[in-house]
């Protein structure tokens, strides 16, 4: 499970805000698979619709633009964000997400290996509404302020608890990432972020940098599929 501070600046995340309040929202039951349907209990909105178009290609490109979600997912085919919407009593009950989707708009479908929330709504604007995921270590509650992201593996077994008050908007997507292993992907994003940590400080040898930057790339080479 990994946070990303900020993928939506405070200026994108009130664009955002105002214009999802604009758009239709559908019945979210309509758009989850066989036992996830029966579990839940939300809004979303038409992904049909111009405008959620638009944003969902503008969270899209802050995807790509932003190093650590690139570096942890490896993201080879992103699903369009869906906006879904928890209002009072809503809730998503314990399931996990399809293992492959259907990209809408064209033939192509997608393995979904990670699994991003986007969070649109402050944390102080609702009650309950906390993402649960069930790692190997106990639950994790996950809460965090707007423009924030949390990506987790998508064969893990998560939920929303009901909102007891106000309103919890958020962007879902999917990732296919060119490596499907989950605890090879984690490796390698370690690998990454201690690369570009030790670049930061300055005082590694730019030989010793290249040969972990090449083993990084040699790994990645050896095991993408793309
Ligand atoms: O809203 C969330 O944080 C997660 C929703 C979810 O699990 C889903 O739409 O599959
Ligand atoms: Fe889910």
């Not at 209990?41 to 899209?60: E, G, I, P």
């Not at 604007?125 to 707007?146: H, R, V």
Request: net charge negative; with cysteine; proline share 4%.
């Amino acid at each position: 499970m990994i946070v990303i501070e900020k993928i939506l600046s405070d200026e994108d995340v009130s664009l955002f805000r105002q214009q999802l309040a604009d758009v239709p929202w559908i019945d979210g039951r309509q758009t989850a698979m066989g036992m996830a349907a029966s579990v839940k209990n939300n809004n979303q909105a038409d992904a049909s619709h111009d405008v959620v178009r638009q944003l969902a290609n503008k969270l899209l490109a802050q995807i790509g633009n932003t190093p650590k979600v690139v570096s942890a997912a490896l993201p080879h085919k992103i699903f369009p964000p869906c906006f879904n919407r928890y209002s009072e009593s809503e809730e998503y009950g314990y399931h996990v997400d399809a293992a492959v989707m259907r990209i809408p708009d064209s033939n192509d479908v997608l393995r979904s290996d990670m699994s991003m929330t986007t969070f649109l709504s402050e944390p102080d604007e609702y009650a309950g509404g906390e993402l649960i995921i069930s790692t190997e270590f106990g639950e994790q509650q996950i809460k965090l302020p707007a423009g924030y992201a949390v990506l987790y593996p998508s064969s893990s077994l998560h939920k929303v608890t009901a909102v007891t008050r106000g309103e919890r908007v958020a962007a879902i997507t999917w990732m296919q990432s060119m490596v499907a292993d989950t605890s090879l992907r984690q490796n390698l994003y370690q690998l990454d972020q201690t690369i570009q940590r030790l670049i930061k400080q300055g005082n590694t040898e730019r030989k010793e940098l290249d040969e972990l930057h090449n083993v990084y790339h040699n790994l990645i080479r050896q095991f993408t599929q793309l």
